[in-house]
């Protein structure tokens, strides 16, 4: 009897072991974090997105002359009105406007001045460029141009909660706030080789992020989303074979160690 119940614990932690396979270690995310960033530090690569081929721009005017807008208005163009004072034109989404598609050479067709070349830009260098042509070419004398990307979706595929397409109204994305929206990682996920595939300047790349360490996420170029990225989350061997034999052993052998815990219990609970 007395060998019996030596083997209930020894039983107990077989099954802890094969139930317990992913440590906290492999779980808890941006480890070191708190020690790293006890002292703030500068953040050093800040988000700035650049325009890309096939984007769509809503590009809006403003000034307290509004025929001065008439020349520049047409279903692509929102004109602002009187908001000039204060530069914060509401994008109307909603009235059937259309957009400067970016097209592949990186040009959009603009009233007025034609053809304009915006690949690679910032909104800001956009809303700059228009805003400097109206005012020197003397077309509008108080001109403030605002320039927003209604384009900007990633997609997040693979082992999380709740995979799609996102979509953002913003410019700064990083990769915690779309892993976030997309419900976070499940369980079984692998947390250390998170995968980023990024189309850039005619090139397509591949980075590959470890959420477990906090300066492989902060450091890495995709911390900051950029517009189209997709995000893969690879799920771990068994699960991405459930009918492997790994994964079979595992679930047969916790099985086999449960019943033997539940058996020598029971006996030992019967002899007392």
Not at 36 to 60: G, M, N, R, T
Not at 103 to 117: A, L, M, Q, Y
Request: aromatic share 8%.
């Amino acid at each position: 009897m007395k060998s019996i119940e030596k083997l209930l614990p020894v039983c107990a932690l077989c099954l802890g072991l094969f139930t317990s396979c992913i440590s906290n270690k492999k779980m808890i995310y941006l480890q070191g974090a708190t020690q790293e960033y006890a002292v703030p530090q500068e953040i050093k690569d800040y988000f700035e997105l650049k325009v890309q081929p096939d984007d769509q721009l809503a590009i809006s005017v403003s000034s307290k002359d509004a025929e001065l807008l008439a020349r520049f208005n047409n279903n692509t163009l929102i004109g602002g009105g009187n908001n000039s004072q204060t530069g914060t034109n509401t994008v109307n989404v909603s009235s059937g406007v259309s957009y400067f598609r970016v097209n592949k050479n990186g040009d959009i067709e603009f009233p007025i001045f034609g053809t304009i070349h915006v690949g690679g830009m910032t909104t800001g260098e956009i809303s700059a460029l228009i805003q400097n042509r109206m005012i020197g070419e003397g077309y509008i004398n108080d001109a403030v141009v605002n320039t927003k990307i209604m384009s900007f979706k990633v997609t997040v595929m693979g082992d999380v909660k709740a995979p799609g397409t996102q979509t953002y109204q913003g410019e700064r994305l990083t990769i915690l706030e779309a892993l976030g929206k997309a419900g976070d990682l499940t369980n079984t996920a692998h947390r250390n080789n998170v995968l980023v595939i990024r189309e850039e300047n005619g090139l397509r790349k591949a980075y590959e992020i470890n959420l477990l360490d906090n300066q492989a996420v902060f450091n890495s170029p995709a911390y900051y989303l950029q517009q189209n990225d997709v995000i893969y989350v690879q799920p771990n061997k068994s699960q991405r074979v459930k009918g492997s034999t790994s994964y079979t052993w595992l679930s047969v052998g916790s099985t086999v160690v449960g019943m033997i815990v539940s058996i020598v219990s029971l006996i030992v609970a019967l002899k007392r």
